[in-house]
């Protein structure tokens, strides 16, 4: 048997509900890494339509790194839905044209940078990631949660706004873990070691030749 390709955009036989997602997108302001998958109840091309206010003139980054997980429903929204909020209007008056062009003249809206998706995160279904929001190695989103605020790795998120639940593992396994960073092993390697990766982490962190 072969190793699943990462450059086949739909890696489970005749079910095109889940796809490898670099395949699929095609704004270079996404970044996705090696088998990263999105599975949708309706279309895979929804996740194009589920990253929000991500306009080319700002610039900003959506960078998922591999292994992640991301339900159907997930969405992003991006600076481009960010708004005036120290001003005594948060309206967008220059978007407008006309006489209220200038209204921003000398003036930006606010951005808080690229959003960054670690590696190996689990993204649970309807949940909604905000600008700049960087989501550590190894953390698991709830269903539904709302991240405003940058999530530790190895941390399972919920609610709105999403609080840290709970730890995955002790401090000195999650160092080791991070330290190991095993998604970024040759596949071979990966392939070689899927029993321990699919236990608990000690059985990983025992093996002196992981």
């Known amino acids: 048997m072969k190793i699943p390709n990462p450059n086949t955009q739909f890696p489970l036989p005749n079910y095109n509900k889940l796809c490898f997602l670099k395949n699929r997108i095609k704004n270079p302001n996404i970044i996705v890494g090696d088998y990263t998958y999105y599975d949708d109840f309706e279309d895979v091309l929804n996740f194009d339509k589920n990253v929000k206010y991500h306009f080319d003139f700002i610039g900003d980054k959506l960078i998922i790194g591999k292994f ?19 001003a005594t209007s948060a309206y967008p008056f220059a978007i407008f044209g006309g006489t209220w062009q200038n209204a921003m003249k000398g003036k930006t809206y606010p951005s808080k940078g690229d959003t960054v998706i670690g590696n190996d995160v689990w993204i649970g279904h309807d949940a909604t990631i905000m600008p700049g ?23 399972i998120v919920g609610g709105n ?50």
């Not at 929001?133 to 999530?151: L, M, R």
């Not at 000690?202 to 002196?208: C, G, R, T, V």
Request: net charge positive; glycine share 6%; aromatic share 6%.
């Open 68 to 86: 992640c997980m991301i339900a159907s429903g997930a969405t992003f929204i991006m600076n481009g839905g960010n708004h005036l909020t120290e």
């Open 161 to 210: 706004p999403a609080e840290a639940i709970k730890k995955r593992f002790s401090e000195e396994t999650i160092t080791k873990l991070l330290q190991l960073k095993w998604w970024h092993w040759d596949i071979d390697k990966i392939t070689q070691n899927l029993d321990k990766l699919t236990s608990h982490p000690e059985a990983l962190l025992q093996n002196k030749k992981a």
């Open 133 to 155: 929001v960087h989501i550590g190695d190894g953390a698991i989103v709830a269903t539904k949660a709302v991240v405003t605020k940058n999530v530790e790795p190895y941390t």
